[in-house]
């Protein structure tokens, strides 16, 4: 574990480190306990109100910052280096570091649901957090394909209006009953199937690179 860590570290830039590991999730954390804090809405409306938006944000901010590390990857113009994607050694780093960045992106947001459970003491919090992780790794499967900027914005902004709809409906659905564990082992199981699909597809595009 510690070695495919440090091989994820070497991998990626210090700029993205810094924006991925440090500002995004103390951000996130920052402005929703902020929030929360300030009694900036009643506290019902703030999970109508704040989680989603904050998580709305934190999910996008995530899409955007990885067209930093594996922008059109997938893309059939040469996202993918060839000497990395005809390399055997080459295929494992680039796996490597499709895993690690995905395990991740679910530990500091399962940090920031925690983090805002602290005060809250609400099992939405946790469901909301996977919520994020989910729908982000979803996006990534579109956005690496596209080597614009431009085009990942328009993802992280179509992503955002189905985060916020869906995470809307679904805790319209939580005020009718209480929110149970089962409800976060699910969120979990769609979160790790969506991330091991995500690899698997990534992993796809890296080998069809070779031809």
């Not at 994820?8 to 804090?37: D, E, G, H, K, N």
């Not at 709305?56 to 060839?82: H, N, R, T, V």
């Not at 805002?116 to 919520?131: I, M, N, Q, W, Y």
Request: with cysteine; charged share 15%; proline share 2%.
């Amino acid at each position: 574990m510690g070695t495919s860590v440090k091989g994820y570290l070497a991998f990626t830039p210090m700029v993205y480190r810094i924006l991925v590991f440090v500002v995004l999730p103390l951000a996130a954390i920052a402005l929703r306990i902020r929030m929360l804090a300030a009694n900036v809405f009643y506290y019902d409306d703030e999970y109508l109100i704040g989680s989603v938006l904050v998580g709305a944000l934190y999910m996008s901010a995530e899409i955007l910052a990885d067209y930093m590390l594996f922008g059109g990857i997938c893309s059939k113009s040469g996202g993918c280096p060839d000497a990395i994607a005809v390399s055997q050694g080459g295929r494992a780093i680039l796996k490597n570091a499709f895993v690690v960045d995905l395990a991740r992106r679910f530990v500091w947001v399962m940090v920031y649901a925690a983090a805002c459970f602290a005060v809250t003491r609400s099992p939405k919090e946790f469901t909301g957090g996977l919520s994020i992780c989910l729908l982000s790794v979803i996006a990534l499967n579109v956005s690496r394909h596209l080597q614009i900027f431009q085009l990942h914005l328009i993802v992280a902004y179509v992503a955002l209006m189905i985060f916020i709809f869906v995470r809307m409906m679904f805790l319209f659905l939580e005020e009718i009953r209480m929110v149970m564990i089962v409800d976060v082992v699910v969120y979990l199981i769609l979160a790790v199937a969506a991330s091991v699909l995500t690899v698997v597809h990534m992993m796809h595009c890296v080998k069809g690179a070779e031809k």
